[in-house]
């Protein structure tokens, strides 16, 4: 029997780390330590073990895995993929028309989806598809904060319980330099 493991997903953004980085590995390496300081616990034997997965930036439009052995296990971020194809994973359990537009939506753009989401829901009531409607209700919930759907708030954030996506953004900047860091927490068995 393996390991029971949970994946999180934290939507952050560049600005939030000081000037612009020249490049993907410098970057990487400015998340990875601000994910050590932020979600490893420091006492040595505590369990969940933080494991750090991998990196997708929308500037760059690349992904680096903090380490090669976590590609297979990644739920998000893919060795060979971007910021986009990382989100757009979760984008289409939406059953939307054109998940990509999500993407580039400017702020106005969200009651547009909001109200295209909502429509969703009532509509998946009325069909008596109460999980459907259930995981169409979780998306909503902090679209107006994150601006992206199925994007938690940070007091949400649970160490267990479901893999999901959370706004660590200190603001919400917009499209452009956003990043994907995905992390799992290892409960042993």
Known sequence: MGNII????????????????????????????YLLDEFEFHDDGQLPVLELVG?????????????????????WIQKEGDFRTALLHEFRHLDLADPEAILQAENGAV???????????????????YGYAERLIASIANLREADLPRIRSPWAFERDGDDDLYDFRKANYGPGNRLLAEISFDWGQ
């Open 55 to 75: 990196l997708a930036s929308a500037r760059f439009g690349a992904t680096r895995m903090f380490c090669d052995g976590y590609a297979a296990r990644s739920i």
């Open 111 to 129: 009651e547009a989806l909001e109200l295209l989401l909502q429509r969703k829901i009532c509509d998946a009531v009325m069909a008596a598809h």
């Open 6 to 33: 949970y994946h999180k997903g934290l939507l952050l953004d560049e600005r939030d780390f000081g000037e612009p980085h020249p490049c993907m590995e410098t970057l990487t390496a400015t998340i990875h330590d």
